[in-house]
């Protein structure tokens, strides 16, 4: 293996850094296929490039290096950021940045980076897509509904609210069918399987699909339950430290939420979380943390049924 070289990436700039003998040698670069190339003039077949997953700012210079054989590390930006309060730094600037994400990945040697199928990118644009539009026709909805206890309103601007809120849910609707769609042809199976299981629906099931790349980035089901942030979190130390146990909410938000809310069907409707339902409620469990449990089972009954290549069956009474 060569020399390890930290990328600290921005929209417009990227910041490089590697160990060279006993000095530190620091470049800036813009982002952009010229820039690209000139950074890639100081790359060596074996070098091994780390970057932070800066929102969408890495993924073309990722590709980039990808596509060259060079071994790329993306890495969650807050394992940098603890990894730089674990050394005390208290610089941050794009080239120290740099600095310590090349110090990170000399010292925590992270995996190699593998690009997401076409078809799982294309999946997550919807869902990011549906989500803003989520977000834009329930302000709308909330709006109309708070300016019905107006006493004067004016009819054009409730009209144009209507229309607007109206042609955001039909693109929400053909975006969902896009993304059905989309499934069907490239994972229908893992989509078969996911629909078996009582509690999970189309939408959890497609977003389960786009989050774990088909269920191919985890090996290991309690590697999933931790990104999708349902482990729990133990607050204990000593004697006298006895805190309120809870989730580590650090995972992903978006399939957490949609888990919690299956949940509620799961309960009726799902033999097993039923049972789960009743022995934690004997427990004395509150509801909260029934409806987790819950959840955590639905999350590993999905990794089972997908990597068992099996349909749900209930167990026997």
């Known amino acids: 293996m060569g020399k390890v070289i930290g990328i600290d990436i921005s929209k417009q700039t990227f910041d490089v850094s590697w160990k060279e003998k006993a000095s530190t040698v620091s470049m800036a670069f813009p982002n952009n296929q010229e820039g690209f190339r000139s950074f890639f003039s100081h790359v060596k077949k074996d070098d091994h490039c780390v970057m932070e997953a800066s929102g969408t700012y890495f993924l073309k210079l990722a590709m980039f290096l990808h596509n060259r054989k060079i071994y790329v590390s993306v890495v969650n930006p807050l394992k940098i950021k603890r990894y730089s309060q674990m050394t005390m730094s208290r610089t941050k600037t794009d080239k120290k940045d740099a600095i310590m994400i090349c110090a990170y990945g000399e010292n925590q040697k992270p995996e190699r980076w593998k690009p997401d199928a076409d078809y799982i990118k294309e999946m997550n644009n919807i869902l990011t897509t549906i989500e803003g539009y989520e977000g834009i026709a329930a302000q709308l909805s909330n709006r109309m509904e708070a300016e019905d206890h107006l006493d004067v309103i004016n009819m054009a601007a409730e009209k144009s609210k209507e229309e607007v809120l109206k042609y955001v849910e039909q693109e929400i609707l053909k975006l969902v069918q896009e993304i059905e769609k989309i499934a069907a042809t490239n994972c229908s199976e893992t989509l078969s399987r996911l629909r078996t299981i009582p509690g999970i629906g189309i939408k959890t099931s497609l977003v389960l699909i786009a989050i774990t790349g088909n269920f191919e980035y985890f090996d290991d089901v309690r590697a999933l339950v931790a990104y999708c942030g349902l482990c729990p979190r133990i607050y204990d130390s ?19 939420k949609l888990l919690y809310l299956c949940t509620w069907s799961a309960q009726r409707c799902n033999q097993e979380c039923k049972e789960l339902k009743e022995r934690l409620t004997i427990k004395g469990k509150h509801s909260r943390v029934i409806k987790i449990a819950i959840a955590n089972k639905l999350l590993r009954t999905a990794f089972g049924v997908v990597k068992g290549k099996t349909e749900y069956k209930a167990k026997a009474a």
């Open 238 to 256: 000593g004697t006298s430290v006895r805190g309120k146990g809870h989730i580590c909410k650090m995972g992903n938000g978006r399939i957490r």
